[in-house]
DNA sequence: TTATCATATGATCATTTATTAATATGAAAA
DNA sequence: TTTTCATATTAATAAATGATCATATGATAA
């Protein structure tokens, strides 16, 4: 138990602990990106999209129908999707098909369903 | 390539395909709890603490030397994450020490931190 | 070409959210 | 009891975000 330095206008308490963790930890830029990533789950819009293309590949205005959003909203966050390049599409005439564009995104997905439904019985 | 009805104010290009997915979707309560549990690790500050603590048990104010965060910043999002079952703590005397309080949390970190290191190289 | 259809984009608005400063709580030390 | 220390809470503010409306793009059909 010893008493460090002030970094943020508070006591360091653990001095040791809080070194030894601060040598585990991953740099600032990549806790961002794995918060951004992270993020793209956090709507749940965005989820059914990403549940939805991980069961078959689906155009636009199927998504609409699908979920009960305005093509703008679903436009919108597929657009956030693939420039996250988590989500890729083709076009075949008019119509433009999208699919999961990434191997972990359904093994996230599943994870997180399964914490879900372990917590709420 | 039927066209299906209108609901959400445009057409539905594959009513098969739509159907399909449908009967594999989750159920609406179920996709916003999925998008609220991912949206705790939706942000740098809560990342950072989360990793953290699966590293150590550590107390408040050992989190924002570590961090550099505000004693206030950092106790509003153990706020959260205690509420949210994530993180647990226990009093000694009147520093508070807080855990992870749930196994899955280590796991979606790793999983989210993987798919980071394959996308950046 | 013009019209139509599927999708994308831009601007705006309302809501949510993270941080901060100030203050409160609650436990131990003096 | 009074003071000090660790943490929590409240209120205010600024920034981010998702949905919507209106409009634009781009491809096919007439």
Redesign the interface.
């Known amino acids: 138990m010893e008493i ?11 001095e040791d ?2 070194d ?3 040598r ?3 740099k ?1 830029e ?10 793209l ?4 819009s ?3 999209i990403l ?2 293309l991980s ?2 590949e ?2 636009v ?2 998504l ?8 703008s909203a679903v436009s919108h966050q597929l657009k956030i999707l693939k420039h996250s ?1 988590i989500v890729k599409n083709r076009r075949d005439g008019k ?1 433009i098909y999208y699919t999961l564009d ?1 191997d ?1 995104i359904e ?3 599943k ?6 439904l ?3 019985p």
């Open positions: 460090g330095d002030i970094d943020c206008g508070i006591r360091m308490i653990h602990t809080v030894s963790v601060k585990q930890m991953p600032k990549i806790s961002g990106w794995l918060a951004d990533f992270f993020k789950f956090g709507d749940p965005r989820i059914s549940w939805a069961k078959a689906m155009c205005c199927d609409c129908a699908l979920l009960g959003m305005k093509q390049r119509v990434d972990h093994g996230v997905l994870l997180g369903m399964r914490h879900i372990e917590e709420k």
